[in-house]
């Protein structure tokens, strides 16, 4: 395996399975020193090469209205490790990264090419389907190179993504069951629950569909 993922890995693997998004940022804000992105990038380059099940790696990934998301690995500390490559700005639709949303998880990304601008807001629910108040307090400029904390609880969104954005994400192990975006326009709340834990509701819509 490449050296320099290998040596993130084995980091991950020995970091106490309560560790927060600090001390994740601090691992890898380490971890980054050793190697500017150029490395990085060409270290991944030969891990995907020689990565043993390609199978689970192309079966594992994801579509999003802006991104793929390719999970890379899972670490015995519970967190996970996987590549955000985002799309060509012609190329994608409203959705996603760029609406208001919060996470499952905290985490920390590495921006390995490319950039963004990440925008924080404060939300006041209303109930379980609108937000009442929306205040954006703060925003991030990212590019090559940086490393930015999303914390579970925090809302952001993102603007403004350069051609061959790039992102290696760090996951904290997930806090909550279930994440929500919000629509600007209407205030509107869905929630989001991972596919591998609708089996339940898959099996009960079987069962209620053959009554």
């Not at 290998?6 to 693997?13: I, S």
């Not at 560790?19 to 891990?47: C, F, H, M, Y």
């Not at 020689?50 to 890379?72: C, I, M, N, Q």
């Not at 209303?126 to 090559?144: F, P, W, Y």
């Amino acid at each position: 395996m490449s050296k320099l993922m290998a040596e993130l890995f084995r980091k991950l693997n020995t970091a106490d399975g309560s560790a927060n998004e600090r001390v994740i940022k601090k691992l890898v804000s380490g971890w980054r020193r050793t190697a500017e992105p150029k490395s990085i990038r060409a270290d991944l380059v030969q891990w995907c090469e020689s990565f043993a099940d390609v199978a689970k790696l192309r079966t594992g990934a994801r579509e999003t209205a802006t991104h793929y998301v390719w999970p890379l690995v899972s670490c015995d500390s519970g967190c996970s490790v996987c590549i955000n490559e985002f799309k060509d700005p012609l190329e994608m639709a409203v959705g996603y990264a760029t609406t208001l949303h919060d996470h499952r998880y905290s985490f920390v990304s590495l921006v390995l090419s490319g950039g963004y601008t990440q925008v924080r807001d404060a939300v006041e629910l209303c109930d379980r389907h609108h937000v009442s108040k929306i205040h954006e307090v703060g925003q991030d400029i990212l590019t090559e190179g940086d490393i930015v904390v999303v914390n579970d609880a925090e809302f952001h969104r993102i603007q403004g993504i350069r051609r061959s954005t790039i992102t290696l994400v760090v996951k904290c192990p997930p806090t909550k069951n279930e994440s929500l975006s919000i629509d600007l326009r209407t205030g509107r709340i869905t929630r989001h629950i991972p596919v591998e834990a609708r089996v339940g509701r898959l099996i009960e819509a079987l069962a209620l569909t053959g009554i």
